[in-house]
């Protein structure tokens, strides 16, 4: 099969033309031209929150609802044979459901809204509202969009133009993998670059087929009246989508996708690692992450996820929960890490300086059991506050960076300055970088050698 040429032509800017070093036609390579074999097949990828939100570390009452209406709506998608597959998964770090679905086709999904989503919909919309929607299919017809858009929820809606899907469309373990969706849209302005992202895109695509073994999947929509993709990935685990960002083709050619588009929203799906969420936290990126919570599919999966063996019960994921235990993370390393560092109040910020971290100190203390100890020391006569922290591992410090640290770092970055902060242990190498992107003057040591005595 000869390649394909990509169908509107790539008028790319001069000066990005220059640094790509490329035909102004890029033609699409065999695996990329190869036709989808999702066929009629929609899915939908969106998030909920609740109306309310709680507060410390409580959940709210219309949280907790929200919850049960999905668990509600999940039990009774599954007695509807369009509905290929659907997941409800309890975001990690916020008050969220992340809802995923698959229909068998238009008809599947316009049947679904009049009904069950129907049914339902009083309910949840007491408690919770809608976030953005992505909505996948190789085409998709008015009727379906129309279904959606008439529940008020804010959809976006792509149609496919290239990919590759390795292992002959085989489901990923999901106890393992990790599904990307999200949105890109150009920069206001930007909207004659439309054709430069299909076309760094596809770059990303032709160079991560080879060069990276763990990308199963990767798809491209273009987003239905707007200058915008939705862009789709399956890894096999954690660690591919880690090489992915830090040294894969998303580092390639991110700042090359960066001058003309920006992220709108990234969904998670799967155990991913304390670390990249961390990663990702503090390179603003719009991400939800999830662990896989209820999830059924019929039997034989479908083309959108993945098949699975239809004749092995052992295969056939019917309903199994992986929450509680994607939710402990991988573990990164069992060394202890300690943590000394200093804020400078700014004139006459002091008190608050000081209020922020009684706060700090009743969040770790009631929120984070592998924070092993917190010390907040007041030095008066330089106007600062010295802490002194202990974390079990890096997995705990991952977990405090991407939590606390990250939700007060922002306000306290107002009133003081930071620094320096000192790292004395085996800090994993993406906890060291989102510690130096905060640019709070860090440094890291490794044990070298001493000693320890009881007070006794």
Known sequence: MHSQEVTATLDLPTETMEEAATPLREPLPTFLAEPSRIGQEISITGKWVPTKKGVLFRKSAESREMVKEWDDIHADAKGDPGVLSTEINHAVGEEAVLVHHVFKAADALVNYF???????????????KPELHLIRGG??????REALLAKNVPGVFGEYLFGFVKEDYERPDLENAIMVTAKWTCKP??????????????RVATDAYSREEGMVRFEAYQAMGENALIIHEVFKDSDELKFHLTKGTAAKYKNNIDKIAAPEAYFFRGPVSWTIRTYSKFLHLPATYSSLGSIFTQPGGSMSDGTIDSTSESTILQEDNFQEKNMKGTNMNT???????KWTAKPGKLD???????DVYKEMNENEPDSLKMEC??????NAIIVHDVFKDGAALGFHLGGTAANHFPTLAEIATPGPFFFCGDVPEELKQAAIGMNMGAEFGTQAFGFERSAA
């Open 335 to 341: 060394q202890e890490i300690t943590v000394f560092y």
């Open 114 to 128: 009049s009904t069950t989503a129907t049914q339902h919909m009083g309910a949840l919309t007491k408690v919770a």
């Open 139 to 144: 085409n998709i017809p008015d009727a379906a």
């Open 352 to 358: 608050e300086l000081k209020a922020i971290y009684q």
């Open 377 to 382: 020391y007041f030095a008066d006569e330089e």
């Open 189 to 202: 302005g930007e909207s004659s670059q439309l054709e430069a992202l299909k076309y760094w895109w596809q």
